[in-house]
């Protein structure tokens, strides 16, 4: 009888979840065990009850373009018409003109700087994501339904989830990591055990040494309105231009505000819900009597800084030094912005290769 491959996951985010679904679909006698530092599935990307609030709320708005081929696939979307306004806060104007929003739409899809964007990221938005092409055309941003869409239906691929399990240190032979401490206790590895670090930019290179990147902030505010609350033209979703969040989402009594590469405004938290929802009573043409039950989130290190410094940095490939490591994650696709598609392309990456190097090296 064959031994079973035992393939050790590094974090449970998109990526980590999508390696073990990846496995378990060429391999399903493959034992397939995730190591999560956190209590929870999905990385930054989840739903949670929030209590203050008195419902769920996602940890962070995503949205996912129709040019996102594997996230749509995988969340079973149904794609919302691209209709896409833009409000210019300045000029009090609406336009669904996106072409000259681009640096605007460029700045949420990379978390950076648009003029610091490169190039080659820009040919990949361009080619691979943008909704150009009539069937890619569609938008979904999630209803506060990470979770259940798209994390969850996931926890069946593992055999085994470590929760709070936080590796530590990685031992190696020289060639072959052989050993991995947790705060859990030693994993001992076998000869051709897989590791697949399936870790955030900050972690991978605090377990293997390697160079830092820098990281750009993404805050969201939540609302929860009592009434259902319309935008102009009737639409869930608006670009705000030149105010203070960069997108307002609207649905099932949340309304959600997005400000990317929060760093670069100049924000004063304390009062930020109220100015956001001052501004956002210009924009409805109404004066609001109080202010609805929010709920402010600020994620320091969103995503990696995408410019062309720290795109550099990202890897080549999804060898990792070590003939039995492998990596995924979003910030190790190179000229990718660090997106869901990203994070699940990289799971595919990894674990192809993993098993192309196995039927090479074992
Ligand atoms: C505020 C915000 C808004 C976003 N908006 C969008 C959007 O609109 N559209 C979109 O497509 N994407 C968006 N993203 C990006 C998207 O969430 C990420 O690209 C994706 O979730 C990355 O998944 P990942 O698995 O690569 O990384 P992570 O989700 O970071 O997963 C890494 C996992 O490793 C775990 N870990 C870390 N250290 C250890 C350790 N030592 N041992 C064990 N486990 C460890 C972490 O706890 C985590 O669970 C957004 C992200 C944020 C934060």
Redesign the pocket.
């Given at each position: 009888m064959q031994n079973k491959k035992t393939y050790h996951i590094?974090?449970?985010?998109?990526?980590?979840l999508m390696c073990a679904r990846f496995i378990k679909k060429k391999d399903k006698e493959a034992n397939v065990v995730l190591?999560?530092?956190?209590n929870h599935l999905?990385?930054?990307?989840f739903s949670y009850e929030d209590e203050e609030l008195g419902c769920r709320v996602d940890n962070?708005?995503?949205?996912?373009l129709g040019g996102?081929r594997c996230?749509c696939a995988l969340v079973g979307l149904k794609k919302l018409p691209y209709k896409t306004y833009f409000w210019n806060v300045k000029k009090d104007t609406l336009s669904r003109r996106a072409y000259n929003y681009r640096k605007h739409i460029l700045k949420s899809m990379c978390n950076t700087k648009p003029e610091d964007v490169p190039q080659s990221l820009i040919k990949t938005i361009f080619w691979r994501l943008f909704p150009w092409s009539k069937k890619s055309l569609g938008v979904y941003f999630s209803k506060q339904d990470l979770s259940q869409r798209l994390i969850n239906p996931q926890q069946i691929y593992p055999d085994e989830i470590h929760y709070n399990?936080?590796?530590?240190q990685i031992e190696s032979d020289g060639v072959r990591i052989c050993r991995l401490y947790s705060n859990q206790g030693i994993i001992e590895l076998k000869r051709d055990d897989i590791v697949i670090s399936?870790?955030?930019a900050a972690?991978y290179s605090r377990?293997f040494g390697t160079d830092k990147f820098d990281f750009n902030s993404?805050i969201?505010v939540y609302f929860k309105t009592s009434q259902t609350i319309h935008l102009p033209r009737n639409v869930s979703y608006m670009g705000i231009v030149d105010g203070i969040a960069d997108w307002v989402f609207v649905n099932d009594g949340i309304v959600s505000f997005?400000i990317s590469d929060a760093e670069s405004k100049d924000i004063n938290l304390k009062t930020l819900p109220q100015d956001l929802w001052k501004q956002f009573d210009t924009l409805r043409g109404v004066n609001s009597a109080f202010l609805p039950p929010h709920r402010l989130l600020v994620?320091k290190m969103?995503?990696i800084r995408q410019d062309a410094f720290n795109n550099a940095k990202r890897p080549e490939s999804a060898f990792g030094g070590y003939l039995n490591l492998f990596l995924?994650?979003?910030?190790t696709m190179k000229n990718w912005p660090?997106?869901?598609?990203?994070?699940i392309l990289?799971a595919r990456r990894a674990v192809n290769t993993a098993l192309k190097a196995q039927e090479k090296n074992f």
């Open positions: 590094l974090g449970a985010g998109v990526a980590g190591y999560e530092a956190s999905g990385g930054r990307c962070a708005t995503h949205v996912i996102n996230a399990c936080k590796i530590l399936a870790l955030d972690a377990l993404i969201n997005s994620h969103a995503t995924a994650g979003d910030w660090c997106c869901l598609e990203a994070a990289s």
